[in-house]
Nanobody
Framework: QVQFVESGGGLVQPGGSLRLSCAAS????????TAWYRQAPGKQRVLVAV???????YYVDSVRGRFTISRDNAKNTVYLQMNSLKPEDTAVYYC????????WGQGTQVTVSS
């Protein structure tokens, strides 16, 4: 089975930075598009960023210019570098394959607050 382990979340002040990691097992990430999603309190899980097998990227408007998605094929790991964080970025962040979404990990909590 495919499993994802997200890590790197935490509490940061507005304007701060975090780098999230997504370690995958049961699949080779460089064969697929991989995406980061987030779920804010009281809201649905939504797409944040995507990296394709060819390393092309996509970002939703709310994070474009602030977040960077990347992948390390040797480590079978996808990252999300988050800069200039805002309180509205507060959410549990998840990774998954797109569009197949074979499973969800536990996610990692990001809290942006003064």
């Amino acid at each position: 089975q495919v499993q994802f382990v997200e890590s790197g979340g935490g509490l940061v002040q507005p304007g701060g930075s975090l780098r999230l990691s997504c370690a995958a097992s049961g699949t080779i990430l460089n064969n697929y598009a991989t995406a980061w999603y987030r779920q804010a309190p009281g809201k649905q899980r939504v797409l944040v960023a995507v990296i394709s097998s060819e390393f092309s990227t996509y970002y939703v408007d709310s994070v474009r210019g602030r977040f960077t998605i990347s992948r390390d094929n040797a480590k079978n790991t996808v990252y999300l570098q988050m800069n200039s964080l805002k309180p509205e970025d507060t959410a549990v962040y998840y990774c998954n394959l797109r569009p197949t979404r074979p499973g969800w990990g536990q996610g990692t909590q990001v809290t942006v607050s003064s």
